[in-house]
Every structure is written in C-alpha cells, then in structure tokens.
C-alpha cells in the first residue's frame, strides 16, 4: 500500500520532467528548422499586408524573384516560365548555401527566410488583388504546390547551413578540429540533393502551369 501511495505521488513529477525530455527533444531535432518556417510565415504575413503599398514600378522590378507579372510570364511560354521559377528559387538556394560557408554570412540566413516569405505574400496578394477569386484559384492550383515544395527545401537547406557554419565556428575556436572534412562533405551532398528537388520544384510549377495556366482566366 505504501508503494502505491509513493507511486501515486511520483507520477505527476515523472510526467512533467517527461514533458521536458520531449521539449527537449523537439528543440534539438526539429528547433532550427521550426525557427526558420516561423521566419518565412511571418515574411509570407509581412508581404501579404504590404502589398497595397508598394508601387506598379517596385513590383515589376521584383519580378525577378517573385511572380509579380503574371501576364507577361503567361505570354512567353512554358520554358520561360521554368526558367523564371528555376532561377528564382536558385537564388534563394545559392545565397543559403554561400552564405553558410561564410563567417559572418550565417547572420543572413534568417533574412533569407523572412524575404522568402515576404516573396510569397506578396505574389499571393497580387493574384488576389489583381484578379479575385481567379487570381485565388491560380495561386492555390498552379502556383502553391511548387511554392511549398521549395519552401520545405528551403527550411532544410537554411539549417544544413547553419549547422555546417556552427560546425566551421567549432573549427575556428579550437574545440573540434577533427571531423570537418566529414561534416563539410554532408553538407555538399544534402545540397545537392536539395538543389535537385529544387529542380522538381520548377519542373512542378510549370507542369502546372502547361496543364491548368490557360483555365482561370488570366490574360
């Protein structure tokens, strides 16, 4: 009887540090990648209420990374339409990945995240701000799928940057200097591999885009 009463009064200390392990545990998997999907939401809401004051001209001048002109990509094809999808997701991709190898660069990251996300705000308003329900249902059909596909390769990208950047800090500060060589080859590979999905990504948005483009509409 008296184990039980102990037991009883052990169990609610046991699910509380329990919870802490699992916290833990999260923090130390999946922490920096959750960092990072918050930075590109709250970029994606940023974009989202700014766009009504941004300019026809600032528009068209972010159309380089963003889809901010959607006629006219609609006009030049199919192949122009992955090559303006492709090279903006690489220049997402390359800056992450250069910047991770650089000392003071890895301070960007989060910028590239945010930016990422404001980007796609901002397409998304001028879809629906532009063409209305239309606009929506391109967005929603055509564009988001690609857009979420990068944008998980994005997050991941960003950490295996962060973590070769720590790693390189570790080298620096004398407290590892064995086990780059490995570490910096894991990187190389887990971007390459990002950088082929990344290539599915535009591969997607204009497969999309040749399937469903002509249905809403937008000329």
């Known amino acids: 009887m008296r184990k039980l009463v102990f037991g009883i009064h052990r169990k609610p200390s046991a699910v509380i540090s329990r919870g802490r392990l699992d916290i833990r545990y999260f923090l130390r998997r999946w922490g920096v990648r959750a960092a990072f999907t918050l930075l590109l939401l709250s970029g994606l809401l940023v974009g989202t209420l700014s766009f009504g004051s941004l300019s026809k001209e600032t528009l068209g001048q972010l159309d380089l990374l963003f889809t901010t002109n959607l006629p006219g990509r609609l006009s030049d094809g199919a192949l122009s339409a992955f090559c303006a999808s492709f090279s903006s997701d690489f220049l997402f991709f390359i800056a992450s990945f250069l910047m991770g190898l650089s000392v003071w660069g890895a301070a960007l990251l989060p910028v590239i995240a945010f930016f990422k996300g404001f980007g796609i705000g901002i397409t998304a308003a001028y879809l629906i701000s532009s063409y209305g329900l239309r606009g929506l249902g391109f967005y ?80």
């Not at 988001?144 to 790693?167: C, K, Q, T, W």
């Not at 590979?189 to 950088?195: E, V």
């Not at 497969?207 to 809403?216: D, S």
Request: net charge positive; charged share 15%.
């Open 140 to 219: 929603v059909v055509v564009l988001l799928p690609g857009v979420f596909v990068f944008s998980i390769v994005l997050v991941y990208e960003l950490a295996l940057s962060l973590g070769i950047f720590r790693r390189m800090c570790s080298v620096l500060f004398r407290r590892g200097r064995y086990g780059f060589a490995d570490s910096f080859r894991s990187f190389l590979h887990g971007s390459a591999r990002y950088l082929i999905l990344t290539f599915g990504a535009s591969v997607l948005d204009v497969v999309l885009w040749a399937l469903f483009g002509g249905l809403f509409g937008i000329k």
